[in-house]
């Protein structure tokens, strides 16, 4: 708990300054420079490619860039030792692997690993998880077969396994991917839930409206570069949606506030 | 905690089944030597009992629970219920590096040469598997490269007993490729039962990185599990625990890959909570199966490595089936 409450302070942050990433001779970051802060949900969106799940992994800690650095509150996250870092940041991967048939409660627990001592449970543990649980609304499930829940509650158990471990920020690769329209709400809503307790949430998201709706701000990467930053109807004007996905579209205004309105295929002429 | 109680409550009642095994087993064979009957050290029996029945019954006890750790640790790691020393070549590395011993004579320099050689083999094995398999992360290119691994060490048992100046070549390699517990003595017992304590000592710890490993490399890595570390400890773990033991039975296939399915779902299928259970009752299972060897009727007597291969190669094959039918 003591994380969490800790990263309303001012000085909680997680930064990336010039970061810069080469696979296999293509450049998939090119000088990326981004500051987070806690609290607030920021979506990280781009065409497919752009070099979302690889900005998102060195944000983690779990890659290291080419060049460049993140910081998290000021110290490289390169030179965090393992275990601390797992306790500040919660990572969702986009694809999540569920290797055995373990019980809800039970892979929730998962979420302590980097608290607990080599034998010794964590006295934190309990309290930790059924505060995860409840969260999520998975306290009734907690003994069910995590390998047999529904899109929706599998979802909600990943979530809530990473809110176990009580981490300051909370990074998910495409968290919503695959959900359907009411279950993608329930975990944008969640998500943003979490981020007013002070967690600072960074998410991949590939629908711009629902970025729009749930995040708090929105960073379009193309082509490895940061090409907007800021709320997503300001910060990505058809000009920089055509840019970034060659498409023409405009935000218009809905109930549930701005929508993009997709009007088509970029027509190939020059950038409006 | 409740799990913690069920737990122990399993530990509790596999090790009254395993002293119950080791009474029999000091008991059964070919001579009958119910214990109320035994005299003192005048009584011949007193010396089957105490020279070859408890030595032999401490093996198989101790191979039985290393191979059965050895196998709950590796399904855990790679994410396969099909894992196993055997299966991967792990145990037929070991083999060789024993043999090799043999074929060039060190054998004779020291008692020690060949468990070492024995466990430096199946050390290199487990590292050869995460070197060539890890990479690509996948449970059946994991499998792979263990058959591979097996097929290249087994050959190699058997072309070096077969060029070893051995008359006894052909029934050397019968018994490093199907293992036995036939014949043993203290001095086997002295000599690997300190490294496959230390060995379980290190694979037993592994838990928590086996758990972590549930969510896969990255998931276990974001939780800061060293995946480096883990694989360290696991090579370290099973090259002491079943490296000492194939260096003084030989090559026993299958108890590794049956023992944790018979309590995985007794404990959850918590990867950290079935090492214990998996260990006691690989100890069962090898205990029960050499009891049985033992009291076959025939001239020979049954290498338990051929038992074992007899039962465990048809619960592989339901494995599979079972495991397409879940995937299909």
């Known amino acids: 708990m003591s994380t969490a409450l800790n990263s309303k302070g001012s000085g909680a942050s997680l930064t990336a300054e010039g970061l810069a990433v080469r696979l296999g001779g293509r450049s998939v970051l090119d000088g990326v420079g981004l500051a987070f802060r806690p609290g607030e949900v920021s979506a990280i969106v781009g065409p497919n490619g752009a070099g979302k799940s690889t900005l998102l992994g060195c944000l983690a800690g779990l890659r290291r860039p080419d060049a460049g650095e993140v910081r998290l509150d000021g110290a490289p996250i390169a030179s965090l030792p393992s275990r601390e870092r797992a306790r500040r940041i919660g990572y969702l991967p986009q694809v999540p692997e569920i290797a055995w048939r373990l019980d809800v409660h039970t892979f929730v627990r998962l979420g302590r690993t980097a608290h607990r001592g080599v034998f010794g449970e964590d006295p934190g543990d309990a309290e930790a998880v059924n505060g995860a649980l409840e969260a999520t609304q998975m306290m009734a499930f907690s003994h069910r077969d995590v390998t047999t829940l529904s899109g929706g509650e599998r979802a909600r158990a990943l979530i809530a396994r990473a809110l176990a471990g009580e981490p300051a920020w909370l990074l998910a690769d495409e968290p919503l991917t695959g959900l359907d329209l009411s279950h993608q709400i329930d975990a944008g809503d969640l998500l943003r839930r979490v981020s007013r307790g002070g967690v600072g949430v960074v998410m991949s998201l590939h629908d711009l409206s629902f970025a729009a709706r749930v995040a708090d701000r929105v960073v379009l990467i193309a082509d490895g570069r940061v090409l907007a930053d800021g709320p997503a109807a300001q910060a990505l004007p058809p000009s920089i949606l055509a840019r970034a996905y060659g498409v023409d579209a405009r935000w218009v205004d809905g109930e549930s506030g701005p929508l993009l309105d997709v009007l088509g295929r970029h027509g190939g002429g020059p950038h409006v | ?328």
């Open chain 2, 1 to 328: 905690m409740r799990p913690v109680r069920a737990d122990l409550a399993l530990d509790a009642a596999l090790l009254v089944l395993l002293l119950t095994l080791s009474v029999a087993s000091v008991v059964a064979g070919r001579v009958w030597t119910p214990l109320d009957a035994l005299g003192g050290a005048g009584d011949p029996r007193w010396l089957i009992v105490t020279q070859l029945r408890i030595p032999r019954t401490i093996l198989a006890i101790a191979v039985g629970a290393v191979l059965g750790l050895a196998g709950a640790t590796l399904q855990g790691y790679t994410r396969n219920p099909l894992a196993d020393p055997g299966v991967l070549g792990v145990s037929s590395m070991g083999a060789l590096g024993a043999v090799l011993t043999i074929f060039f004579s060190l054998a004779v320099a020291s008692p020690w040469l060949l468990p070492l050689f024995a466990m430096a083999g199946a050390a290199l094995g487990v590292v050869l598997l995460v070197l060539v398999a890890a990479p690509a992360g996948e449970a059946v290119g994991f499998l792979l490269a263990g058959v591979i691994l097996n097929t290249l060490a087994s050959a190699g048992v058997a072309l070096a007993l077969s060029l070893a100046p051995n008359p006894w070549a052909s029934s050397e390699i019968t018994s490093w490729l199907m293992g036995s517990l036939a014949d043993r003595s203290v001095l086997d017992v002295r000599l690997a039962l300190p490294f496959m304590v230390v060995g379980a000592g290190v694979l037993l710890a592994t838990g928590p990185a086996l758990d972590a490993l549930t969510l896969g490399e990255t998931g276990a890595r974001a939780l800061g599990v060293s995946l480096r570390r883990t694989q360290a400890m696991i090579a370290v773990g099973v090259g002491l625990a079943c490296g000492a033991a194939v260096a003084v039975t030989g090559v026993i296939g299958f108890v590794g890959l049956i023992t944790p399915h018979l309590v995985r779902r007794l404990v959850g299928n918590q990867p950290s909570r079935l090492l214990a259970p998996s260990a006691l009752a690989g100890a069962c299972l090898l205990l029960a199966a050499d009891i049985l060897v033992r009291l076959t009727p025939g001239a020979n007597e049954v290498h338990v490595g051929v038992a074992m291969a007899a039962l465990g190669a048809p619960f592989f094959l339901v494995l599979l089936i079972s495991m397409r039918r879940s995937l299909a």
